[in-house]
């Protein structure tokens, strides 16, 4: 957990997320019940022009998600919000990050982002957290 003393605008926080392989999306499938094709069947992709399936938008959200709450309790985090930007391709390895932004009266306020190693940006979000 961070420190609120530690805390100041343009701190970084990361989480380098693993590689979205196929298995880890037909877990995620089984998991969350959401078992559209583009996310495990590579020829239902390329019958709509899709070359290879693509993770869940729901799984980065979830891996951002992860990075919130590495850092502080469940129940200190006041909103989390989202937009998806771009896919994430099988086989890449996302990192997460969270920038602070403002720390005032007792809560910090964070951009959030999913970067693929290339520079692509899938998801933008922000997010608030009440410091202990």
Do not use: K
Not at 18 to 28: G, H, V
Not at 70 to 98: K, M
Not at 99 to 123: C, H, K, Q, R, S
Request: proline share 5%.
């Amino acid at each position: 957990m961070i420190s609120t003393t530690d805390l100041s605008p343009g701190q970084e926080l990361t989480l380098e997320c693993p590689r979205i392989t196929r298995t880890a999306l037909a877990l995620y499938a089984g998991a969350s019940g959401d078992h559209n094709p583009v996310h495990i069947d590579i020829d239902a992709c390329r019958a709509v022009g899709i070359d290879d399936v693509f993770a869940h938008g729901m799984l980065s959200m979830a891996y951002l998600a992860r990075l919130l709450t590495d850092h502080w309790p469940q129940e200190q985090i006041l909103s989390y919000e989202v937009r998806f930007t771009a896919i994430t391709p099988v086989n890449s390895e996302p990192t997460c990050t969270g920038v602070i932004t403002e720390v005032e009266d007792g809560v910090a306020n964070l951009d959030l982002a999913v970067t693929l190693p290339d520079g692509t940006v899938t998801l933008r979000g922000a997010a608030a957290v009440r410091l202990a």
